[in-house]
């Protein structure tokens, strides 16, 4: 447990919530740019490895809430609008970070440095929930559009994606290389299309946290809509 237990820590209590729910602990921990290509690459299979059977988990999980994530997977209008039936309940399960009359919101961005270097079991077990999520909005996506898959951002892509070098002027990595992320297959001529969804689930359950109510622009299945609509189809 982290300084201040369950009580004053909203990812904690959201661990606790979750009971049973089996973890999914990565093989090699910690932020993927101090990793090795190697081991990143090793990550991308164990996860691959394990979609199914963590779909399944959280499709179960789900189901004790009445909500079917079963039909997320279609990819579909209903799919869509399941999705949003399981926004709206986590908007309602997730707890109110602390207010403070001084500074307002302390916490206003998600904790990437705690989400890469955890466990994700006992008190980060959320973090399994979050990744699941992730997978289930995959999984959506890439029943909308097949061009869509799991891959790990190295530098060539990162460099199509960019159009330009792989690192910024100075020198520092674009904010997804590394990172596991859905990506659309461009062999088609289209634009690449990159989207960090364990990242982006993690922002949107935090910014559900929000003690002053903020509205999140995203909803969940993140994406899905805009596949739907045709915009990231090639023309």
């Given amino acids: 447990m982290r300084p201040g237990g369950a009580a004053g820590d909203p990812y904690a209590r959201l661990s606790a919530r979750l009971g049973d729910y089996p973890p999914d602990t990565p093989l090699h921990r910690g932020d993927p740019r101090g990793l090795t290509r190697e081991q990143r690459a090793e990550n991308l299979a164990r996860f691959l490895a394990r979609?199914?059977?963590r779909i399944a988990v959280l499709?179960?999980?789900l189901a004790r809430e009445g909500l079917d994530g079963a039909a997320v997977l279609r990819g579909d209008d209903a799919a869509l609008a399941e999705g949003r039936r399981i926004d709206a309940w986590l908007a309602g399960w997730v707890p109110h970070r602390p207010f403070d009359p001084a500074r307002g919101d302390g916490e206003v961005n998600a904790p990437y440095a705690?989400?890469?270097a955890s466990d994700r079991a006992g008190a980060d077990l959320v973090f399994s929930f979050v990744s699941d999520l992730a997978r289930l909005n995959a999984a959506a996506i890439a029943a909308a559009d097949p061009l869509f898959s799991w891959t790990v951002v190295e530098d060539a892509l990162d460099t199509?994606?960019?159009?330009g070098a792989a690192d910024p002027p100075r020198g520092e990595p674009s904010d997804r290389r590394h990172h596991l992320c859905l990506v659309r297959d461009i062999s088609d001529g289209s634009a690449p299309v990159v989207l960090d969804l364990p990242l982006a689930v993690l922002d949107l359950m935090h910014g559900r946290m929000s003690p002053l109510?903020?509205?999140?622009?995203?909803e969940f299945p993140i994406g899905l809509q805009a596949i739907l609509s045709g915009a990231y189809a090639w023309r």
């Fill in 51 to 53: 979609d199914a059977d």
């Fill in 213 to 218: 109510g903020l509205p999140v622009a995203a």
């Fill in 59 to 61: 499709v179960s999980r």
């Fill in 160 to 163: 199509a994606i960019t159009g």
């Fill in 114 to 116: 705690r989400w890469f």
